[in-house]
């Protein structure tokens, strides 16, 4: 044997192990095999033995590893970790790690995903969805509550009530609904189908505030006393945190709370005296119980010695003394209720905090834990649910406007934007689907939670953009018949809210994703924290896991580069096969790339928002991927569907390579040296085709069982303007046979308009049943609605003082005419 054929057989043999991440114990096994064949055949004498014994004895020898070698580098990472505030430790620390973890560890487990349950509803949630759900649709006219009332009219108020909308997350003994997480997100979707003032109120009390907030932490009393009444409605919650100088940065809250001594029902008491000013408040305007997050202080040590407390949450009802609260602010026209409130010396008992006088101090933490699954519910399953309607209206619109004597649906233009919001709308749903599946499996998803809400809002943003374009001067005059108009005002709402997205996706996913998805990071910088010998302990262990983590993943990377990841193996032999393996090694890639960032900046990568961004985008959209996979594999593969899934994966592994690669490129030497292990071909996953677009463009056109699968639990009643456009499209497919029927017969091109006077020539020609003209007919009426805007008298577009002006002019006219 020559010296390079034993060289790259061990190369081989030890990259194989690493690859497969054996123990050190089966590595060194290896190496000393490889050592001794090489004596065996007389490839070299000694000095390759040294070597291997100067690497590996250390390693192996307890006493100098640990003892040495973790010791000294346990001393040195407790003076350079980075000091985290009490603030951004809870943050951290909320939660649990799922699908996530397993992303983040270069070698996700396939099957694992396929063994996650699936979402399902109960015969109870099912029947809401279909009764109640579908009731309030119907009767919530859109365009009188954003425009008229601004406001949903009291009947609605009083159904959302009666059938306990705001109850989704309460539990059945206190007479809420204790809805599954999958089904409140159902339940979401179809309303925001609808309506965003309509999903607005419903979403809020059922996300993060008093009620979710009452059932974990709430004393039995609080409980006794609050959830009934939220259940049944007769109370309506808000919560309220942020401030005009505290927005994003929501731990900077200056609003206090001063433990003092004060009269309560007649009785001095020892109570906690309020300042606030908060303004953004969802329901706070008709709330009448308002959960509060203050800074507590208690300078005269009255309850004990600690003086600054931290964030406390409490709740006031409404007609405290001294809160001002009522005026309203007006979310970009979609009047939702929300407004400031603002308490000057308000004085509350300490049985007013939410879990009680323990429960002081512990506000950041509860909001935590509480946002990790609220947040994966609202704004996702609220975009979702738009997505979803989205696709259906605006590839029927394609179908039934036509321009240049064609439908514009088939314009190529056309077919890229439709095709956008098709795949979007499968994706989103997946996504949805996925995350809220495992928040039913007991799940807190903290990064998960960040994940989806930045991407379900941005991606709703792209879908309305393209919806908008598509209607053109349709979806922009406004009126009754414009079902576009106020969802697209509307959606920078979601963007804003629960983490501004720029903040969200700057530092909220990585920042929270490196150290809660590693599967060493997190356990090194508690070990750290921990004296004497447990700390080494723990410390030594992770740090050498950590070490031969790297090296695993270098290898895995170089293999996965070098061979297009084509023999790694997935859990399906079809044409998604290859998904699976690239996801497997861009997977390889973010664990290499994260260890590399942390290890070359440390606390530093911090302040580097646009990189730790990018990496945020690598595990977001190994997220996603995994979701759309995971939803094929739920439905049961259909075939028919998979065209969406291509659209949705090539795009989603398009934007995973985009991230990637513009981080090495922004990453130096280091990151050149790792593009050409990660990248040695350069690109290799492509944009969704413009033949795939087509395909998804024309299958949102007309109505068949992908298309039915894609909007599945929308409100598609012809009582509801999305419903009403699906019988347009239907009557308008049904008569373009007919249509051509009658032009053969005149022997002559006719226009695709004034389809009732085509419909009777048709009839004059004798190639028209009555049945058929009347359906040309009706085709027309509802093809002249669909396409037809509003216009208005200039009077009927004044508001406020100009329009009471006015009205008191036409009383005076009225009046000198008599
Ligand atoms: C309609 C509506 C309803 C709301 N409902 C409630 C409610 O019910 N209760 C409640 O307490 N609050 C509520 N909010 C407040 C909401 O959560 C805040 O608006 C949000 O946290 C952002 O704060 P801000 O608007 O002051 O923006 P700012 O904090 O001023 O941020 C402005 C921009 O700077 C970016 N930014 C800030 N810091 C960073 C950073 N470190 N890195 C990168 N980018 C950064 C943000 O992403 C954003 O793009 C609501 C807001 C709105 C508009």
Redesign the pocket.
């Known amino acids: 044997m020559s010296v390079a054929i034993w060289c790259i057989a061990t190369l081989i043999v030890l990259g194989a192990l690493l690859y497969h991440r054996v123990s050190l114990r089966s590595f060194t096994l290896g190496t000393v095999v490889m050592l001794a064949l090489g004596t065996l055949f007389s490839v070299f004498a000694w000095i390759p033995w040294v070597i291997a014994a100067i690497i590996l004895l250390p390693l192996n020898l307890s006493f100098i590893r640990k003892g040495v070698i973790a010791k000294r580098i346990l001393s040195v990472f407790r003076k350079i970790m980075p000091e985290m505030s009490q603030t951004e430790r809870d943050a951290l620390e909320a939660g649990t790690v799922w699908w996530d973890g397993e992303i983040f560890s270069g070698k996700p487990n396939w099957k694992k995903l396929h063994s996650i349950p699936a979402g399902k509803l109960s015969a109870e949630e099912q029947a809401f969805l279909d009764g109640p759900c579908d009731e309030v649709c119907a009767m919530l006219d859109d365009w009188k509550a954003t425009h008229e009332l601004a406001d949903m009219p009291e009947d609605v108020w009083q159904y959302l009530k009666d059938n306990k909308f705001f109850a989704m997350i309460i539990k059945k003994e206190y007479g809420g609904l204790e809805f599954s997480a999958y089904a409140q997100s159902r339940v979401l979707q179809k309303l925001a189908g609808h309506s965003t003032i309509l999903a607005s109120t419903v979403g809020?009390p059922n996300s993060l505030g008093p009620g979710e907030l009452l059932q974990h932490y709430g004393t039995k009393a609080q409980q006794d006393y609050y959830l009934p009444r939220l259940a049944t409605g007769e109370e309506i919650p808000?919560?309220?945190?942020?401030s005009p100088e505290a927005?994003?940065?929501?731990g900077s809250i200056p609003d206090t709370g001063i433990v003092c001594k004060g009269e309560w029902e007649g009785k001095e008491v020892v109570g906690i005296r309020l300042n606030f000013n908060?303004r953004?408040?969802?329901l706070a305007p008709i709330a009448t119980v308002v959960g509060l997050a203050f800074k507590m202080y208690d300078p005269d040590g009255l309850i004990g010695e600690q003086e600054d407390i931290g964030i406390t949450c409490a709740l006031l009802p409404r007609d405290i003394k001294g809160m001002t609260i009522g005026r309203r602010h007006l979310?970009l026209n979609v009047p939702f209720h929300?407004g400031p409130i603002q308490g000057e010396d308000v004085f509350i008992p300490m049985d007013f905090i939410i879990g009680g006088q323990a429960m002081a101090g512990k506000g950041w933490r509860m909001l935590m834990e509480c946002l990790s699954v609220g947040r994966v519910i609202t704004l996702p399953s609220n975009s979702a649910g738009g997505a979803k309607s989205l696709a259906l209206v605006t590839g029927a619109y394609a179908r039934i406007r036509r321009q240049f004597k064609l439908p514009i649906g088939k314009m190529e233009g056309v077919e890229e934007a439709l095709a956008r919001i098709g795949g979007n709308a499968y994706l989103m749903d997946a996504v949805t689907k996925f995350s809220t599946a495992g928040l039913d499996q007991g799940e807190k998803p903290s990064v998960i939670s960040a994940i989806s809400k930045y991407h379900m809002t941005e991606k709703l943003r792209q879908c309305m953009n393209d919806a908008m374009d598509v209607h053109g001067g349709k979806g922009i005059c406004l009126g009754p018949n414009n079902y576009l108009g106020r969802g697209y005002q509307g959606t920078p709402?979601a963007i804003?809210?629960?983490?501004?997205?720029?903040?969200t996706r700057?530092?909220m996913i990585y920042g929270q994703g490196a150290i809660r998805c590693h599967p060493y990071v997190l356990e090194e910088m508690e070990a750290a924290a921990v004296p004497g010998k447990e700390g080494l302990d723990r410390f030594d262990k992770a740090l050498f896991g950590h070490i031969g983590f790297v090296f695993s993943n270098f290898v895995r990377s170089l293999w996965l580069g070098l061979t297009g990841a084509r023999f790694t193996a997935a859990p399906a032999n079809d044409s998604t096969a290859h998904y699976y393996r690239q996801m497997t090694r861009f997977s390889s890639n973010l664990a290499l790339m994260s260890d590399v960032a942390m290890g070359v900046l440390g606390g530093e990568l911090k302040r580097r928002?646009r990189l730790s961004a990018r990496l945020g985008d690598m595990l977001s959209y190994l997220f996603i991927g995994s979701a759309i996979l995971k939803r094929f594999e739920d439905d049961g593969r259909p075939a028919d569907d998979l065209p969406l899934v291509h659209w949705a994966m090539q795009d989603s592994l398009n934007k995973l390579q985009q991230s990637q690669l513009e981080f090495l490129e922004n990453f130096g030497a280091i990151g050149s040296v790792l593009k050409g292990i990660m990248f040695p071909f350069g690109r290799i996953v492509k944009a969704p085709s413009d033949k795939l677009g087509h395909k998804i463009s024309r299958m949102l056109m007309e109505p068949n069982a992908t298309r039915a699968r894609l909007g599945e639990g929308q409100f598609l009643s012809e009582k509801g303007p999305f419903g009403y456009v699906e019988q347009v499209l239907r009557d308008i497919i049904a008569i373009e046979p007919l249509h051509d029927k009658v032009q053969k017969a005149a022997g002559e091109r006719l226009p695709f308009m004034r389809l009732h006077e085509i419909g009777l020539k048709g009839k004059e020609l004798g190639v028209l049943s009555d049945e058929e003209v009347a359906l040309f007919k009706r085709a027309e009426e509802g093809r002249l609605r669909v396409i037809n805007v509003d216009d208005f008298d200039p009077a009927d577009l004044l508001a406020g003082q100009a329009a009471r002006d006015y009205a008191l002019a036409q009383v005076g006219k009225e009046k000198s005419v008599a």
């Open positions: 809020v808000c919560f309220a945190l942020t927005g994003s940065d929501a908060k953004y408040i969802t979310p929300n709402v804003t809210v629960e983490g501004a997205n720029i903040l700057s530092l928002e």
